[in-house]
């Protein structure tokens, strides 16, 4: 797997996590949304399931669904503020296009 998780996100993920001992890690994916297609999610993991695939990097436990992996795997995750505002920021080389807003991407069909 080749998920790289800047210094920024990691504190960022680190901050959540602290905040909820039960957690188990930062679950990473993807959902069908917005206007090119896929939107990613990043929440806290409750549970890991037998189709997870789990990561360890830097002290973060990583947690990916066996079927998201395909569309993320080379992505960075970075966390950048500007102004007022504060994000996760997404570099997928799989993303082939994305809406104007930035919020969804396109990948190649995987048939």
């Known amino acids: 797997m080749a998920i790289q998780i800047t210094s920024a996100a990691r504190e960022r993920m680190q901050a959540f996590l602290a905040k909820q001992p039960d ?11 917005g206007c090119s297609g896929f939107g990613y999610t990043v929440g806290l993991a409750s549970a ?3 189709n997870d695939q789990v990561f360890d ?10 079927k998201a992996l ?21 570099r997928n080389p799989n993303a ?8 969804s991407f396109t990948v190649e069909s995987r048939e």
Do not use: M, W, Y
């Open 23 to 33: 957690a188990l890690g930062v679950r990473f994916g993807i959902k069908r949304t």
């Open 48 to 50: 890991i399931a037998d």
């Open 57 to 66: 990097q830097d002290g973060l436990r990583l947690v990916i669904d066996a």
């Open 70 to 90: 395909p569309f993320v795997d080379g992505t960075e995750i970075d966390f950048q503020r500007s102004g007022l505002n504060a994000a996760f920021v997404f």
């Open 96 to 103: 082939t296009g994305e809406c104007g807003c930035g919020e």
